[in-house]
């Protein structure tokens, strides 16, 4: 995520830490074996905790293979269950209409009890 300026509102810093801190919650929780719904809901919690519910208007991620989106679908409505070793993005987001957007996207292998990371990046906002 990058903000064009040279001091970030305190609000967008707010908001970021936010949607990182959520995508890290949503990590520690996923591992084979759930439904792909419960992710979505501890992301959703999170951010609804702080207000900002309204603002998270998609799903929290997919499965990633042949196709860059194919199941399993991560969204409040999924029945789908993760299996073990599935690739799948988090990518927890808040977009507050005509002010800003902020979006932080991991792509993980599902493990029996936990995920590996196969994204590599700072997490740092960077200013630009």
Do not use: C
Not at 45 to 69: A, N, P, Q
């Amino acid at each position: 995520t990058f903000y064009v300026g040279s001091n970030p509102p305190s609000e967008i810093l707010s908001i970021y830490n936010l949607v990182l801190d959520t995508k890290n919650m949503v990590e520690e929780n996923t591992k084979s074996w759930i439904l792909a719904s419960s992710l979505d809901e501890v992301a959703r919690t999170m951010i609804t905790s702080k207000g900002y519910g309204d603002y998270f208007v998609h799903g929290l991620g997919h499965g990633i293979g042949i196709d860059i989106h194919e199941p399993p679908r991560i969204n409040p409505v999924s029945q789908e269950i993760l299996q073990e070793n599935n690739v799948i993005t988090i990518e927890p987001g808040i977009y507050v209409p005509k002010r800003f957007g902020i979006r932080i996207e991991d792509t993980i292998i599902v493990g029996r009890d936990s995920v590996v990371k196969l994204t590599s990046h700072p997490y740092e906002l960077a200013i630009a």
